[in-house]
């Protein structure tokens, strides 16, 4: 996929065919029967999230609120409604009582955020909205990459064999998912689509392309198949999606681009003539 070339974003936040198309990735990335609007006056819909600890957590306004005070700089509307969506969902599943990150959620989030921004016109404010999203969740951005990177790197020098057999092995990735697999066992563990595609990078990672290998890890992780199945279905679905997304939006901004350089030779011949038609003409002298 070709860089996207910049325009201006009040340009780009037109394209509603395009924010359709982003908006169902997102959705589908969530959970089901839970509604919420893209605006920033989005709240809990009948549901009040809590976490182990006695404080009263953050409310979803709340968390989009740190997200705008640290990422100041206007983003193309297109990107802006995925990530409110996005974020609202992230929330919820933060504040639920059984939840605790672990690098494979880590993986999987990473994984899906690179996926959706791919082709964002600046890849330093890809990055520097990523600092503020995990930031606004109070949560260390760095970690995150840290952990996916580790996971990936890891990933990469596993056999399909290898990869199910973590649990006869020693090393802090084969720790890691020995304690998923207890936590899940013991149900203290919040299942998450996140962690689904984190699985799912694994095997890709892995070269595991057969189904029996998702079926032994999962049974090795104490994970719900059918769950992962169900959820790699959909991920796998707006993969497509997602690319067709790219190119409504590459298409538009391209678009864009070619109307604002014919507006500005426009404007430069308009003043041109104006310039010379302004100045006096003096005749016979």
């Known amino acids: 996929m070709a860089a996207v070339t910049p325009v201006s974003f009040s340009a780009i936040s037109q394209s509603s065919s395009d924010r359709r198309a982003f908006c169902t990735v997102a959705r589908n990335l969530g959970f089901e029967g839970f509604r919420f609007r893209s605006s920033f006056s989005c709240h809990y819909v009948g549901v009040r999230a809590s976490n182990s600890t006695s404080h009263v957590p953050p409310t979803v306004a709340d968390t989009k609120l740190n997200f705008l005070k640290a990422y100041k700089r206007p983003i193309p509307s297109i990107y802006n409604t995925v990530l409110q969506e996005l974020i609202v969902q992230q929330h919820l599943m933060k504040y639920k009582k059984t939840f605790r990150y672990d690098p494979v959620f880590g993986l999987g989030f990473v994984t899906v ?48 064999s290898s990869l199910v057999d973590f649990s006869s092995r020693e090393g802090e990735i084969e720790g890691t998912l020995k304690d998923i697999a207890e936590r899940v066992a013991s149900g203290n563990f919040s299942y998450s689509r996140f962690f689904a595609v984190g699985l799912f990078r694994l095997l890709e990672l892995s070269n595991a392309s057969e189904p029996t290998v998702l079926e032994k890890l999962c049974s090795a992780l104490n994970i719900n198949k059918r769950s992962v199945d169900r959820d790699l279905d959909v991920y796998r679905g707006l993969l497509s999606k997602l690319v067709q997304a790219r190119e409504l939006l590459k298409e538009y901004v391209d678009r864009e681009k070619k109307k604002q350089e014919e507006r500005a030779e426009s404007q430069k011949a308009s003043e041109t003539v104006t310039k010379c038609l302004g100045e006096p003409q003096f005749v016979g002298q």
């Open 113 to 160: 955020y690179d996926q959706l921004m791919e082709g964002y016109p600046s890849d330093e404010d890809r990055e520097a909205i990523f600092q503020a999203y995990i930031k606004a969740l109070e949560e260390d951005p760095e970690q995150y990459r840290i952990d996916a990177k580790k996971l990936e790197e890891w990933a990469r020098a596993q056999t399909p």
